[in-house]
């Protein structure tokens, strides 16, 4: 895997109810994580919101999603993020470069909870990144 591009949808205490409805839709696994899994929030409320969903459908399609933790606002309409992840580090820190010019880092990419180096943005336009590199090294 080099990398790839797919949307990853942001939900409000709802997001295990609405990945398992995608995966009625589009069939194939469903992977889910909750905020508990992997340490990711001091809130116990939050504890078994999904982190990380992922649903590898049927030909090919990949669909992302997690419920939007307390802290952060939630605007339906606006729940929407792109997500890029894979295992080229150079040109995944190069599209975070790019992306980030004019922008505005949310998440700095950094070393996350489940090993990968992960990072959060908005770029000029207002639309919102995810970049995820596995097996990357941390910049020091």
Not at 13 to 26: G, I, K, L, P
Not at 79 to 106: C, F, H, P, Q
Request: contains cysteine; charged residues 20%; aromatic residues 10%.
């Amino acid at each position: 895997m080099a990398v790839v591009l797919n949307p990853y949808l942001g939900f409000r205490d709802n997001a295990r109810e609405a990945m398992t409805f995608y995966q009625s839709v589009f069939g194939g696994d469903l992977a889910l994580s909750t905020f508990e899994d992997f340490h990711a929030s001091e809130d116990p409320a939050e504890a078994q919101k999904i982190m990380h969903g992922m649903l590898t459908g049927d030909h090919g399609l990949v669909l992302m999603g997690a419920d939007t933790p307390n802290r952060m606002d939630y605007t339906p309409g606006d729940n929407y993020s792109v997500s890029l992840s894979g295992d080229d580090e150079a040109t995944l820190r190069s599209y975070w470069a790019k992306l980030i010019d004019g922008g505005m880092v949310t998440v700095p990419l950094e070393r996350a909870p489940w090993g990968d180096v992960f990072g959060m943005c908005k770029d000029k336009f207002g639309v919102a990144w995810l970049v995820n590199i596995a097996g990357a090294q941390p910049e020091s």
